[in-house]
Antibody, heavy 124, light 107 residues
Framework: QMQLRESGSGLVKPSQTLSLTCAVS?????????WSWVRQAPGKGLEWIGY???????DYNPSLKSRVSLSLDKSRNQFFLKLTSLTAADTAIYYC?????????????????WGQGLLVTVSS | DIQMTQSPSSLSASVGDSVTITCQAS??????LNWYQQKAGKAPQVLIY???KVQTGVPSRFVGSGYGTEFTVTINNLQPEDIATYFC?????????FGQGTKLEIK
């Protein structure tokens, strides 16, 4: 069974850069799936950040596009998130997720599975 | 962006009841609609995908329907373990967007 696990710094200062890693086990990141990050501010709803595909193709939420970068490393079966110029509004639980792309004409369909989530707090 | 509007934002019902949550899309999304359940302190999990397909392991008490702009998920024979927040999600076009969530409580 596929599992995803986030890792990285849980406390980041304002204006700094957040770097997170998602380790994938039980399946290959080089499959036909796509790999996304989703975040959830405390007590709030879900916000899709962006996705990366095995080819390196990416797409981002326009609300974050100027500050976000996703990449992957097939040799380590991991994918990564970088988010720059952090503010308190970026405080959230960050989830890494897979989209199996059963509907292959879509870059993303459902999100399954999800990582356990990593709380990132932006504070000085 | 496609806006997803859920209603109600919260509801309370008794064990054994049937409850329905509605999700409205700001434009036609066909059948590109999924539902998630998020229990307190946990990551969301997919319940229903492509409007009506029940994820493996999810009880058949969960029933999805709809097409285009109006979608519902009905939970029949409500159980205590159904206490959670439910989200809809469209994948018709990027950016992916979610409803704001419906918090379900048991009376």
């Amino acid at each position: 069974q596929m599992q995803l696990r986030e890792s990285g710094s849980g406390l980041v200062k304002p204006s700094q850069t957040l770097s997170l890693t998602c380790a994938v086990s039980g399946g290959s990141i080089a499959s036909s799936s796509s790999w996304s990050w989703v975040r959830q501010a405390p007590g709030k709803g879900l916000e899709w950040i962006g996705y990366v595909y095995q080819s390196g193709t990416t797409d981002y939420n326009p609300s974050l596009k100027s500050r976000v970068s996703l990449s992957l490393d097939k040799s380590r079966n991991q994918f990564f998130l970088k988010l720059t110029s952090l503010t308190a509004a970026d405080t959230a639980i960050y989830y890494c997720v897979r989209s199996p792309r059963t509907a292959v004409e879509k870059a993303i369909d459902r999100f399954d599975p999800w990582g356990q989530g990593l709380l990132v707090t932006v504070s000085s | 962006d496609i806006q997803m509007t859920q209603s109600p934002s919260s509801l309370s019902a008794s064990v054994g009841d049937s409850v329905t949550i509605t999700c409205q899309a700001s434009r036609d999304i066909g059948h590109h609609l999924n539902w998630y359940q998020q229990k307190a302190g946990k990551a969301p999990q997919v319940l229903i995908y492509d409007v009506f397909k029940v994820q493996t392991g999810v009880p058949s008490r969960f029933v999805g329907s709809g097409y285009g702009t109006e979608f519902t998920v009905t939970i029949n024979n409500l159980q205590p373990e159904d206490i959670a927040t439910y989200f809809c999600q469209q994948y018709e076009s990027l950016p992916i967007t979610f409803g704001q969530g419906t918090k379900l409580e048991i009376k």
